[in-house]
């Protein structure tokens, strides 16, 4: 197996150490199309290998260390057990996907918290109902309310 690493300029700050907003909006729409893809290729490993349905693959939430972050396949998820809100939502839409409901995909809920922006991802149904599979697997209800 291979891995392939993207280094992005994401979310830049000023000299001060803010958040520079235009830089903000744009690094929230990169997010968008990367959380996309990640779904899409779940998609193809899924048809290809199969997977459990998420909620029954005994797998967990768990947060990955600050600063850094690695989004992972449904392959990696199965192999070790656990992903972040990301990874947990890209599977479930995948799932979503292969079910027939074309429309599901995973959502950025970004909120300013503690000086700065922070975002967790969650699931958007067909039919508009939002679900949190970091939540439903073991995420602390508070560390995005």
Not at 44 to 73: I, N, T
Not at 89 to 97: E, K
């Amino acid at each position: 197996m291979h891995h392939i690493g993207l280094e992005l300029t994401l979310f830049r700050r000023d000299e001060r150490g803010r958040s520079i907003e235009a830089d903000r909006l744009r690094s929230e729409r990169s997010l968008v199309r990367f959380l996309r893809a990640l779904t899409l290729h779940n998609v193809d490993l899924m048809r290809e290998y199969g997977a459990p349905p998420l909620y029954a693959a005994g797998v967990r939430y768990q947060r990955e260390e600050p600063k850094m972050e690695m989004w992972r396949d449904v392959r990696y998820v199965l192999e070790h057990g656990h992903g972040d809100c990301e990874d947990l939502a890209a599977y479930l839409a995948a799932q979503y996907v292969l079910a027939g409901d074309r429309r599901a995909r995973p959502v950025i809920r970004g909120r300013w918290r503690d000086d700065k922006w922070t975002y967790h991802v969650v699931v958007r149904r067909g039919d508009g109902r939002i679900e949190d599979p970091s939540r439903r697997l073991g995420m602390n209800a508070r560390a995005f309310a």
